[in-house]
């Protein structure tokens, strides 16, 4: 039998016994699961620990035929604090086993926290770790952490390395100094890494190299820098193919090929595309961050301190990212935890060149179960109509629009150019003309509670502009959540189908519009749209009818995540 299919028939093992546990002994796993009196809030098919605070993922991986998905927690609490790493391990990415932290903030060098890294997949195989300390002297200092055992598949435990720290905040503010890429490898076989920082208040991409991955220099110039931005937190490197269909490793190189640098910011993960000469360590680009009226980010909701790792299994590179909270830090106290996972996106340079597309991974369609479709059907302006049949609480829909002659498309008001104030200010009860369309989700039967993710088409220069939005204006009964919309511009041809599809996992609305080059993720938490109390509509609020070329939705079975038994507590002494 193959490795990997004997693996996944141990792990589907545990997480039978595991699923067998929960009906009996784990309280844990018992008093967080999603219970719409209880735990209305908390999702089915997204990644959480079984409870407390979770923020950045860090250092995915695909090993000996596991993924491994380390984050930020705290093991007390569901505020930030004590930060270590937390471990869960998947054969498949949607069904998860929380093992134990792998790193914990013990030693001088990480007393006040180990905070977020990255794991390379070293020349002969073994994974390691780089992660920042915070110090006994709050300064942040770079380590590494190796498996115990790298014949354990599930690498359940690390040994910090007796040299840490590696890379200390010589000639850098110590208060900015973190964050440290997966390395990729030189033609000189020298180990490249990046650590975010900020240098006279700007933005930096501080570069180290390394022959044994232990002694590390800083290069005299970073890899890249803007003085249009602040610190740079989480950066991430990484090659993406020019024409072709598949992710690239990290150290990948060459012809037909450019690279995507990364950094976290503004609240925001935001990115550039261009070309890495690996021979110098020169990174050109052009539009740089800042530099033109639209940014690209990877999500223009909540979606922050996001990481890469290249899949080998399927020759991908898949994006995970912190989704935080928009309720308060009471409620998170009341609810037990803060923090979700993004569903995990493979991610791809677009077509265009000029920008990314995201699209969530295949295997969440295995979650895929009650079905209800459509086709060719003309929404009249003014007009909204329910998909039912489904559970709408926990689903994923896909829809595709056909629009009508574009020729009296409104004209883009003037002065509102940034997409997300366009947004609030042209909201989904605005009427338009083509749009606002699209879809009213975790809404209450009489509409009180609604979250509408839309487009709507304007005139510009010469050219059509479509934006879409995410608008939480009314998403819930609750005063004291942010109820901010979202928007961005995408970058499709109107003239042709325009698509949209959404994940609704009960306090998380994720948005992929014009197949995955725009995207969108919401967190809502409503009072009345709250399991089989909540619905799916699908809206025109335009004069112009728009056709539904295809729409399926689908109820989403909830994913396996389980603690494999009671966390150790970290040894204090
Ligand atoms: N979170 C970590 C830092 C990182 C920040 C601390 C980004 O390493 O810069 O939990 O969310």
Known sequence: MEVSLFLILILQSILIFCEAEVGKSHQICKKLQYDPVKQPYRTAFHFQPPKNWMNDPNGPMYYKGIYHLFYQYNPYSAIWGNISWGHSISYNLVDWIDIELAISPIESYD??????????????????????GSDFKNRQVQNLAMPKNVLDPYLREWIKSDHNPLMAPIGVDPQFFRDPT???????????????????????????????FVKWTRSDRPLHFSNKTGMWECPDFYPVSVDGVNGLDTSVQGKNVKHVLKASFNDHDY????????????????????????????????????KTFYDSAKSRRILWAWVTEADGKSDDVDKGWSGLQSIPRSILLDKTGKQLSQWPIEEIEKLRAKEVNLENKVVEGGTTFEIAGITSSQADVEVSFVLPNLHDAELLPPGLLDPQLLCSKRNASTEGVIGPFGLLVLASKDLIEHTAVFFRVFKGHGNFVVLMCSDQSRSS?????????????????????????????????????????????????????????????????????????????????????????????????
Request: proline fraction near 4%; aromatic fraction near 12%; hydrophobic fraction near 35%.
């Open 111 to 132: 007393i006040n926290g180990c905070w977020s890294g990255s794991a390379t997949i070293l020349a002969e195989g073994n994974p390691a770790i780089l992660y920042t």
């Open 182 to 212: 997966t390395a990729w490898q030189g033609p000189d076989k020298k180990w490249r890494v990046v650590v975010g920082s900020q240098i006279n208040g700007h933005g930096t991409a501080l570069l180290y190299q390394s022959d044994d």
């Open 271 to 306: 990115y550039i595309i261009g070309i890495y000469e690996p021979e110098t360590d020169r990174f050109s680009v052009s539009p740089d961050f800042m530099d033109s009226n639209v940014q690209l980010r990877y999500d223009y909701g909540i979606f922050y301190a996001s």
């Open 477 to 573: 009964l609750r005063e004291e959540v942010d109820k901010s919309s979202f928007g961005a511009f995408v970058d499709v041809d109107p003239t042709d189908k325009i698509s949209l599809r959404s994940l609704i996992d009960h306090s998380i609305i994720e948005s992929f519009g014009g197949e995955g080059k725009t995207c969108i993720t919401a967190r809502v938490y409503p009072k009345l749209a709250i399991d089989k109390e909540s619905r799916l509509y699908v809206f025109n609020n335009g004069t112009e009818s728009i056709t539904i070329a295809n729409l399926s939705a689908w109820s989403m079975k909830g994913a396996q995540i389980f603690p494999l038994h009671k966390r150790r507590k970290p040894q204090l002494d």
